[in-house]
């Protein structure tokens, strides 16, 4: 079965270029969602077996859908520059962090850390 990685990013160009390295490594996209209010409806629906998130989205800060994914499970990879990695690994001790910008390979190698842990 195919894993699903859900994409939380309200910049449309990072966007398609993570859509892209989650292709590439032969899973499903979910989303791109560029609000809160989107991603928490996702996560209603399907619940993904990675999510890539960005903080700051369009309607406020991603925590809600963040806590709700981590509270069901699912592995978290925050890709943002506007964070305190501090205060974002004492919400979050087991999210992996990429901080943008990042190169696409560093990107990839997290995203797939993040999917085996969840195998």
Known sequence: MTKTVL????????????????????????????????????????????????????????????????????PLVFHSGHVDERDLKGRYPHAFLCPKPSAPLDLRRVIERALAERA
């Not at 032969?26 to 903080?55: F, K, S």
């Not at 800060?61 to 994914?69: I, T």
């Open 7 to 74: 994409i939380v990013e309200d910049e449309l160009f990072v966007a398609l270029d993570i859509q892209d390295i989650v292709e590439a490594i032969g899973c499903d996209v979910d989303g791109p969602y560029q609000t809160v209010v989107e991603a928490l409806g996702a996560v209603e629906r399907h619940q993904p077996d990675c999510a890539v998130l960005d903080v700051r989205l369009l309607d406020g800060e991603v925590f809600p859908a963040a806590d709700r994914l981590r509270d069901d499970g699912v």
